[in-house]
Structure formats: C-alpha cells, structure tokens
C-alpha cells in the first residue's frame, strides 16, 4: 500500500523533533568531570541519570570536553588539597575559548587568586548568601550550614555566598560588618568557582536541605544550560523517620520505642572495660569532655561502668558527631529509667541488667555518692554530685532528674534495693530548701559542709525558675504522698504559689520560657494527685494552656523567648554567636521545636497531667507530641550512631533538623542519653500502656526506709 506524502512528511517531522529533543536532552545532561566517583555530586549526577565523562586531570577534562559543555573540577579528596587541581592561565583560557560551562571547586590555583597553602577549619560559621541569582527561595542574607567547612581564604568582589559567624536562626540579623567573611562562591575568570567542599553536601550533613538543592539547583542550571533541573535523586543520609503527612502505622509508636531503646547499644555510650582508658582521656575534663565518636568496631557495656551523654553538635566534614564523655549523676538515673521501662515492655533481661547496673554505679560503685555525700554525720550527706569530676556540686534540677530515674528503674524492676539511697537524696536536698520551698540555682559542698544544713532549711530565699526547682518539687510531692510527712507537702506548696503568683514577669525563663511552662506543669499534676483542691486544678489547666498556645498542627511545641533578657548572654552582636548556652531561635515566632528543654519534658509531664485528670484536651495534645516525636526520630542507615536518635533542634516548618546552633553546650543537633533520649523513650513507653510515672511507682515500699531518714536528718 502506497503511505501519502502528506503523511510521510509528517511522520518524519515527528522523529527530527524526537531526535532534535533527545539531542538536546542528552546535550543538557552531559558533563565533564574531574574528581572522584564516590565524591556526593558524582554520585548524585549519577542518580539522576547524566552521562558522565570523567578524566584524570583537569586538563585532559577540559581538552576532551565538547563546545559549550558543561565542565566540573572537584577536588579529589577533600578537605586535602589536591596538587592536580590546579587551573592555570592558559587552562581557563583553554576553557573559554570553547564556551566551557565551567565549575571549579577547592582548587589548588586558580587565576587572579591568592590561594594559600592551607585552608582555614571553621566551626561555628555559616555559609550567609549574598548574591541575587538564586531565585525566591534563596535570598541575601539566608543562611545555610556547612557543616566544618575547609575553606581556602581569598579577596575577591561579589561573591554569592560567603562563610561567616552571624547570629540569627536562618539569616544573618546583623549582616556582615563586625565579622571575618571567607568568600566561599563566586564568579572569576568566566567560572563559577567555590573555596570548600561545597559538592561534599550529603556526607556533610548541609543544610537545611531544601535550601542545599536550590544551590545545587542553580550550579547544575548553569554548567549544564538546563534552565529546569529536577533533583529527584537526593539522598539524605540523616533524615527524619516520617514526613510531616504521612499517615502513621499503627505500630509507629512502638517501633520509635524500639529504635530509640537500641540506640544505646547502637551509639556506644554504656562504657565497657575494654575501652575504659578513652573515657578518661576524654571525659577528665570537666570544662569541655568532648572527643571523637567511640568506634562501632568497639563492644556496648553493661552499665557498671556508667553511662556516657551524647553527642555534641559539632557535625565533622565526614558526617560523624563529637561525643561528649562526662559522666553526669542525672544521666545515671535517667538512663536507667528508659532502659527498665523498655525492659518491662520488650521483655528483654539485657536492658534490666544495665539499668540496674547504672543505679549501682550512681549510687555505689562511683564518687556520685561518695565521701561526704556518703556520710551520715556530714550536712551534704544524701546529696548526688553533679558528675565524676564535679562530685562536689549540686543542682537541684539535675539530683531530681537522678532521682526520678532511679525512683522508676527501682518500680520497674520490682525492687526495694536503692530505697534507702532514694529517700536520703530526696531528704538531702529537701534540708537544704529555703523556708519558701527554693534551692537556688546551685549549690557548693563546700559551703554546705561549712554553712551546715539547717542555715539553708532555715534562710529566706525565693527564686521563681521552674526549670532550676519545679522538679525537685515533684520528688517532694511524691515522698509526701508514701510517708505522709507534712513539711514536704507544705513548703513545696507555698513555693508553687508564690512561682504561679510571680508568672510570667517574675519567672527567670533561661533560653526558653516554653522550659519553664513544661517543667512546671509535673510539680502541678502531682499536687492535684495529692491534693485535689479547685485552685490547684486551675493552676494546672493554667499552665497547660499556656503552653498549648504554641503547639502547632504537627505536634510540635513552639519555641519562645520571654520578655527581656533571659538568664544567659543575649547575642547582641555577631561576635556573641556560639560564646554561651542558649536558645534555638533569634526572635518569636520562628517555629523551631527543642528536643532538650521543652517537648521532652513537656511529653512527659502533659502525660502526668493526662493521666490525673482524665482531661481529654491533655490527652489529645500528649497523642500530637508524641506523634511529632515519632516522625522526627533519626533514622540513618549510614550512622549508627544516630540511628533511633532525637536531636534537640526541629524546623517543623521546613521538616528538617535545622535551628540556630549559637548554644555553646548543647547547640541544634546534639542528642543528649538522659535530658533527651531518656524521657521521650520512658513517655513513649508510658503512653503506649495508658499509665503514668504515679502509677508505674505507686506500690513503692519506700516509706520504710524514708521515715527513719527523716529522723535521723531533719532533726534541727
């Protein structure tokens, strides 16, 4: 059969068109490429389906790259300096004159700049964007992290992003003049040029992530000449568990128990004899204990030997965290708690075992206990040092966190062993309580033993912090409800009055006053357990709803600063960034949430309120944090580590792991064994059985052993 001409015209027109569009398809998606295969950009090219030609040197990329193609010279094992990198005049004219697309990162030399021979190890600075060509998504003065940059100090003119130490959560509130600014992205010689490992973004951890891709998204567009680059490949080797919308499995919630549980074994933080010596290397110091990640190549211990705290929020250039090595008493008894809790629940002998090791070595085997703090006849005696290497210190805040993880590991595992240790804790730092139910923020064995107890049980003191008092209350409220005696009951209730009297305006509200509001909220729980009165129940569903104000759709609780300056340094210039501990956000409003201060001890204490209430508007706000929590539990096939993890800092607006990292201590991606992992593991666990810590630990014996303590150490 004869085809018309019409229609064969036709037909061939479609397939120049076809051709022509494959032709330029495969024009946009072809590069040149100098570097190597397992560096992150390589990879993600590779992923999103580019044909990649890739030579030895910059100079044999550059001969063998086609008019007009689209050129990339990457440093070969950064943050080294790669000798072959190195981009010569006769090399960029090279590149020019055949219309090369070119981008050239970490180099060695580079026309028209001073390059030195090392480069400069940053930290707390941010990459700050100062350029216009990223489009709405990306403006001057955003900011992003790139996280402990190598960077290759130069000068040069308009640059479009730089590297500085700024203050602001994601931009830089105070601009650029008071700070040293590393050019770090700009266009010299006809090239788009970068003085870091910029393609080092997935092993990195950059971030936030979207902002990340709208960077990559604009140095694709322009090497390769594809005006809609689609990063449909990009992997993130540390991400949340669920998106934000995801519809939860009806197992969610225990698997998050599970993962969270194993990560203590994962992350290497119960000490094992075998490596005993790298704890002291690294955890002697008690003004910075921080050192490298323990190998995963070395055993988990049994929790004999303690208990490590976490990692830092130093995010190295490979992807891996600092460890933090202090041996904190807190940690002890919070530890214990979720491993007894997960122990009950999953039926596994492994994690009661450490957990009742941890409160022997809190309470027996180490200096926590010791000395003084051991000796009846002493005023410190009961009390729990802070840590090893400051046995000699207390905060009020830190013995009740010990105390109320010991308290539960103790009912958990069906056991009277430590009730003597419990009661002589609780009575320890009641007998330094002022007359209005106040400790202060910190107290010196020293002036303990000199002062004696009864100048502290005796002397006038108010101090309105919940976060530094509230849950020492509750460990008041608590011993009141087994033993009946009446003082425990009567100061910590006149404190709570005169703390509710005083809110807002007189509380010391720290880096958040949300930490204020979720300590606050136990202390009031128990005391309508104990004493069910109209005004109690008011303060409670008071203190609730302030701080639901801030609990957004997702679950998460807003971050938010009180009203003038809270108790650490205010950042009032670029130079104060990183100097102090801190809050997550620069101003209200931003919708960071903290894992550290705030939903953490809110999940557990709007728990306690549940419970005791039966009051449905708790229940369903408990039911949101946790579901937020869930979602935002590290996963990470890559770090073990990390795997099961909570961090402190969440943008729930972006979905990332992202907030001011200004906290010298404790900053956006720290996780934290005890003050984090510990409540959130113990609530979740809580929450999944519909009880509460009150009646995990109602059927304590410890009244047994509490009144002969109040005998014998509050005899004035």
């Avoid at 495969?26 to 390589?42: I, M």
């Avoid at 070119?102 to 964007?129: C, D």
């Avoid at 910075?288 to 049994?302: C, R, T």
């Avoid at 609990?551 to 950042?571: R, T, V, Y």
Wanted: hydrophobic letters at 35%.
């Amino acid at each position: 059969m004869k085809i018309p001409t019409t229609i064969k015209s036709i037909v061939w027109l479609c397939i120049l068109l076809i051709a022509s569009f494959a032709n330029g398809f495969a024009k946009g998606k072809e590069v040149y490429f100098y570097g190597s295969e397992k560096n992150d950009l390589y990879q993600l090219l590779k992923r999103e389906g580019y044909s990649i030609r890739k030579y030895n040197t910059p100079q044999a990329t550059i001969t063998a790259a086609t008019r007009g193609a689209g050129v990339f010279i990457i440093a070969s094992d950064y943050p080294k300096l790669d000798p072959v990198n190195q981009i010569s005049t006769q090399l960029l004219s090279q590149a020019n004159k055949k219309g090369l697309k070119l981008y050239v990162e970490y180099p060695s030399s580079f026309p028209g700049l001073n390059i030195p021979s090392k480069p400069v190890e940053t930290h707390l600075e941010r990459a700050v964007v100062t350029g216009n060509v990223f489009g709405s998504a990306l403006k001057p003065m955003d900011l992003l992290a790139i996280q402990n940059s190598y960077i290759l100090p130069v000068e040069v003119s308009n640059p479009l992003i730089v590297l500085a130490k700024v203050v602001g959560f994601d931009k830089a509130e105070y601009g650029l003049k008071d700070t040293k600014a590393y050019p770090l992205l700009f266009e010299q010689g006809g090239a788009l040029v970068s003085m870091t490992g910029l393609s080092n973004f997935e092993t990195g951890r950059y971030g936030p992530q979207q902002s990340i891709k709208t960077v990559w998204k604009y140095i694709l567009s322009r090497i390769t000449g594809n005006e809609a680059v689609h990063l449909d490949k990009w992997i993130e080797d540390v991400r949340p568990m669920y998106d934000r919308n995801t519809p939860l499995p009806a197992t969610a919630r225990l698997n998050s128990i599970k993962k969270g549980a194993q990560w203590y074994n994962n992350g290497r933080f119960f000490i094992d004899p075998s490596w005993k010596a790298d704890w002291l290397k690294y955890g002697a110091d008690g003004l910075k204990p921080v050192g490298p990640p323990v190998s995963q190549a070395k055993p988990s211990g049994d929790g004999s030997l303690g208990v490590l705290e976490g990692h830092t929020s130093t995010i190295y250039y490979d992807g891996s965290q600092q460890y933090r090595y202090w041996m904190r008493a807190d940690v002890q008894g919070e530890v214990s708690m979720a491993m007894a809790a997960a122990g009950r629940l999953l039926n596994n002998k492994e994690y009661e075992s450490k957990s009742a090791n941890l409160v022997d070595y809190m309470f027996r085997t180490s200096n926590l206990r010791a000395g003084a703090k051991n000796d009846p006849n002493s005023a410190a005696f009961g009390l729990l040092g802070w840590a090893t290497t400051n046995a000699g210190t207390f905060y009020g805040d830190d013995n009740s966190r010990a105390i109320l993880g010991a308290m539960a590991t103790a009912s958990y595992l069906h056991t009277d062993k430590w009730d003597k240790e419990l009661a002589e804790a609780i009575l320890g730092n009641f007998r330094t309580t002022s007359k209005q139910g106040f400790r202060g923020e910190r107290l010196e064995e020293a002036d303990i033993i000199k002062n004696g107890w009864q100048y502290y049980y005796n002397r006038d003191l108010v101090h309105e912090s919940p976060h530094f008092e509230s849950w020492m209350w509750a460990c008041y409220l608590w011993l009141y409800s087994k033993t009946g005696y009446a003082p425990l009951l009567e100061r910590t209730k006149t404190a709570i009055k005169t703390t509710m009297e005083g809110y807002p305006d007189q509380w010391k509200w720290g880096s958040s006053m949300q930490t204020q509001r979720a300590r606050m909220i136990l202390p009031l729980a128990w005391l309508v357990r104990v004493e069910n009165t109209e005004e109690h129940r008011q303060w409670l569903d008071k203190m609730v709803n302030e701080i639901l104000k801030y609990q957004d759709a997702s679950g998460a609780i807003q971050e938010e600063l009180g009203k003038g300056k809270g108790m650490f340094k205010a950042l009032n210039t670029n130079a104060d960034y990183g100097s102090d501990e801190g809050s997550l956000i620069f101003r209200n409003g931003e919708k960071a949430a903290c894992m550290l201060y705030t939903c953490n001890f809110a999940l557990f204490s709007l728990n306690e309120a549940a419970q005791a209430t039966g009051n449905k508007k708790y229940k369903d706000a408990v039911n949101k944090l946790s579901d937020f929590l869930t979602r935002i539990q590290v996963q990470s096939k890559k770090h073990n580590d990390l795997d099961g993890a909570w961090m402190r800092g969440f943008d729930y607006g972006r979905w990332d792991y992202w907030a001011s990292n200004s906290d010298a201590g404790w900053g956006t991606w720290c996780t934290l064994t005890g003050w984090i992992q510990s409540w959130i593991v113990t609530t979740q666990i809580q929450i999944q059985q519909n009880e509460s810590y009150w009646d995990v630990t109602k059927n304590s014996a410890i009244q047994a052993k509490a009144k002969p303590a109040i005998d014998q150490m509050l005899k004035q």
